[in-house]
């Protein structure tokens, strides 16, 4: 099995990041994560995101797969996408912070995955400073 896990370089990502590997340690599993920018990033930003990515998965014991998100590809299909293709049992994403006017309107792609998805997603927001 494995667990899927979207990773964009914020705050929110690098805690959907930190949670799927306690959860990749915890069940023994494969991390499969998916790279992606934020609105306009350009390749070198998509580059840098990757490579912190892999630093921090390096020094956690757990096994992964890396994989760049293409620009213009739809993030909730990518994520659902991997997670049919791998098998798994769990989707990590991360969410931002809302007042409590956005929380009434969650980010599009996190409601289509918490309501679509093929398997268990776990939604974690980022510590608060």
């Given at each position: 099995?494995?667990?899927?896990?979207?990773?964009?370089?914020?705050?929110?990502?690098?805690?959907?990041?930190?949670?799927?590997?306690?959860?990749?340690?915890?069940?023994?599993?494969?991390?499969?994560?998916?790279?992606?920018?934020?609105?306009?990033?350009?390749?070198?930003?998509?580059?840098?995101?990757?490579?912190?990515?892999?630093?921090?998965?390096?020094?956690?014991?757990?096994?992964?797969?890396?994989?760049?998100?293409?620009?213009?590809?739809?993030?909730a299909?990518?994520?659902?996408?991997?997670?049919?293709?791998?098998?798994?049992?769990?989707?990590v994403?991360?969410?931002?912070?809302?007042?409590?006017?956005?929380?009434?309107?969650?980010?599009?792609?996190?409601?289509?995955?918490?309501?679509?998805?093929?398997?268990?997603v776990?939604?974690?927001?980022?510590?608060?400073?």
């Amino acid at each position: 099995m494995a667990i899927v896990v979207g990773f964009i370089a914020t705050a929110e990502g690098r805690a959907a990041l930190d949670a799927a590997i306690v959860e990749a340690q915890r069940r023994s599993d494969r991390l499969l994560v998916i790279v992606h920018g934020s609105r306009g990033a350009d390749e070198d930003e998509i580059d840098r995101a990757v490579d912190e990515a892999r630093d921090l998965l390096d020094t956690s014991g757990v096994g992964f797969d890396v994989r760049h998100l293409q620009r213009g590809n739809d993030v909730a299909e990518a994520l659902m996408g991997a997670a049919e293709e791998a098998g798994a049992e769990l989707i990590v994403i991360g969410l931002r912070r809302r007042s409590p006017l956005g929380k009434l309107i969650l980010g599009s792609n996190a409601q289509r995955i918490l309501l679509d998805a093929p398997c268990h997603v776990l939604a974690v927001k980022p510590a608060q400073a």
